[in-house]
């Protein structure tokens, strides 16, 4: 099995420092991530810069771009191979909720799906890389049955698993999971620049709104590690009839859902 590893903290993150040891006792891996940190870039691709890939003295490869722009890079024209899974984190701190719209460690991973290559996004609870190692080797341990059960295959899918920052030994099971929800972000925070003018920071994630029983935020509360297949299409289905019915009103009936637009 051969593996592409990306991630969002930078090459040298020690999250992906340890995904890339445990993944090598399992299958033959390569590392493409970014240069820095690139937290919150979601699938961001930079269209309007060159792109440098450089080799780190640990043959980890790096690039001054996204984590998208890293498997992009790689799977377009770096690698002379197509990966079997493309796995990407450990993410320094969790990706649940609504944070895995932003999370450039799902963003990396989706952008192998959408290559239609099978994707993992591995990300740690809390921040700080606490039992990092046992996060890894819980990781390993998931791709490996995986790949026993032949799940790694040529139908591309999408998981997101988080993984509490305990030891082995205190982890519970897998535990499928739907995503939770969070409450609107804090306020900006607004300082003054040397110069006198305004500097604008993003303010922090809101606070849990939805961590009801079956949620991703429960299930890492309780010890167990949170799995959350992932899709990639954002239409509203539910309502697609409801907005033809609504635009029906506007002068210029559209097409039913799922009919034929007459030439």
Request: charged letters at 15%.
């Amino acid at each position: 099995m051969k593996i592409l590893i990306s991630n969002d903290d930078g090459y040298q993150a020690p999250g992906i420092v340890a995904l890339h040891a445990a993944l090598a006792r399992v299958a033959q891996v390569e590392v493409v991530a970014p240069e820095h940190n690139n937290s919150a870039k979601s699938n961001a691709l930079t269209l309007h810069s060159p792109l440098y890939v450089q080799t780190a003295p640990n043959g980890f490869r790096y690039i001054n771009g996204t984590p998208a722009d890293c498997v992009h890079i790689a799977l377009t024209g770096l690698l002379d191979y197509r990966p079997d899974l493309i796995v990407s984190g450990i993410n320094n701190g969790a990706n649940m909720g609504d944070d895995t719209i932003y999370s450039g460690t799902v963003g990396a991973a989706m952008e192998g799906y959408l290559f239609g290559i099978p994707a993992i996004a591995f990300s740690q609870v809390d921040k700080g890389w606490g039992e990092i190692d046992a996060a890894a080797s819980k990781a390993a341990e998931i791709v490996s049955q995986m790949s026993a059960r032949s799940l790694v295959g040529d139908s591309p899918w999408l998981l997101n698993v988080n993984i509490p920052n305990l030891p082995l030994e205190a982890m519970r099971s897998l535990k499928i999971c739907r995503l939770g929800r969070r409450h609107a972000a804090e306020r900006v925070i607004v300082q003054e620049s040397p110069r006198g003018e305004a500097m604008y920071w993003i303010g922090s994630a809101g606070a849990v709104k939805d961590d009801t029983e079956g949620t991703d935020f429960h299930a890492t509360s309780q010890g167990f590690v949170a799995l959350t297949p992932l899709k990639v299409d954002l239409t509203d289905h539910d309502h697609l009839r409801y907005w033809a019915q609504s635009a029906a009103q506007w002068g210029n009936p559209p097409s039913e859902p799922g009919a034929e637009v007459a030439a």
